[in-house]
């Protein structure tokens, strides 16, 4: 006679033989889990493409939904233009539709500034060096941190010298991510992240955050071409995004643009007037509404 403590035995030791026979079999997780970059070699190999391209010249096509930070009114603006860089804090985007101006946005290294033409003629402006301090919150698009998104500049190799880099593998993205560290009062925060494809060494997410770590600007980056450059074998010219989706968080505001015919330079230019603000008074005195974000700040 079976006794019925054995069949209890039998039946749990089949229950368990089962799950182990499942976990066993159940496929090994996705994403990429093989050989990665240290730190040093993945910047080396970031910057010997970015150090290529202290200058930079592209037409654009854009699109913005752009929302006012006072009245959160919205309004959906698209055009073309030109894009222009140069490293390490110079930028100049501009653009039009047809006939009408839209937006004149830029920095000179020292001071940076916006200008948006529809509706009310507007003209934000400040300085680079008080950035901290300035309630940006109220200019719908920073410059400054357009600069950024762009991928191109090239990473301090002092690695313990803030802004201090951190690298994270994340396996499931089958990305490099470097995050910058800079102290503030009793601790660090995190400044910027980018995400690398690990295959291309292309970035692929920039994310810019404030003093509270909450991200101010989220950047998806694609669409890599060369940049030609004479006298330089073709499998060894530096790569840009040609393709940026932007949304700034805070203010709801999204623009997207596309680049084409990416050269280093094109008919002299960018040089050092490519770069100049225009001048506030003579736009006040056109009528413009002219904002210093500076002096405005904490009012």
């Keep these: 006679m079976i006794r ?5 035995r039998i039946g749990c030791l089949a229950l368990a033989w089962s799950l182990a026979g499942c976990q066993s079999s159940a496929p090994p ?4 889990f093989g050989p990665t970059l240290s730190i040093d070699r993945l910047i080396d190999a970031v910057n010997r493409n970015n150090s290529q391209l202290a200058t930079l010249w592209a ?3 854009f699109e913005a939904t752009v929302v006012d930070p006072k009245t959160h009114k919205s309004r959906f603006v698209n055009g073309y233009g030109t894009l222009l860089y140069q490293h390490p804090m110079s930028m100049r985007l501009v653009a039009k539709k047809e006939v009408t101006d839209l937006f004149d946005m830029g920095s000179d290294g020292k001071n940076y500034w916006l200008r948006l033409v529809p509706d009310q003629d507007t003209f934000w402006w400040g300085s680079l060096s008080e950035l901290d301090s300035a309630t940006t919150e109220q200019i719908p698009i920073r410059p400054d941190l357009i600069i950024e998104v762009l991928g191109i500049r090239p990473i301090s190799s002092s690695l313990m010298q803030a802004p201090v880099p951190v690298l994270r593998f994340n396996h499931d993205a089958d990305a490099y991510m470097l995050v910058w560290q800079v102290p503030r ?3 660090w925060m995190a400044q910027k992240e980018i995400w690398y494809d690990r295959a291309t060494l292309h970035p692929t997410l920039i994310l810019l955050f404030d003093q509270d770590g909450r ?7 694609s669409a890599f071409k060369p940049v030609r450059i ?14 940026y989706r932007l949304f700034f968080p805070q203010t709801g505001t999204k623009m997207s643009f596309s680049l084409s015919d990416v050269s280093r330079s094109h008919g002299g230019f960018p040089k050092a007037i490519s770069f100049r603000m225009p001048d506030v008074a003579k736009l006040a005195d056109s009528g ?6 500076d002096e405005t700040s904490g009012s």
């Design 215 to 221: 991200v101010v600007l989220r950047a998806w980056l």
């Design 59 to 61: 037409h654009h096509d």
């Design 29 to 32: 997780p996705k994403g990429y």
């Design 4 to 8: 019925p403590g054995f069949l209890r």
């Design 185 to 187: 009062g009793d601790h």
């Design 230 to 243: 004479a006298d330089v074998p073709e499998e060894q010219w530096p790569a840009v995004a040609t393709h």
């Design 288 to 293: 413009v509404k002219v904002i210093h974000i």
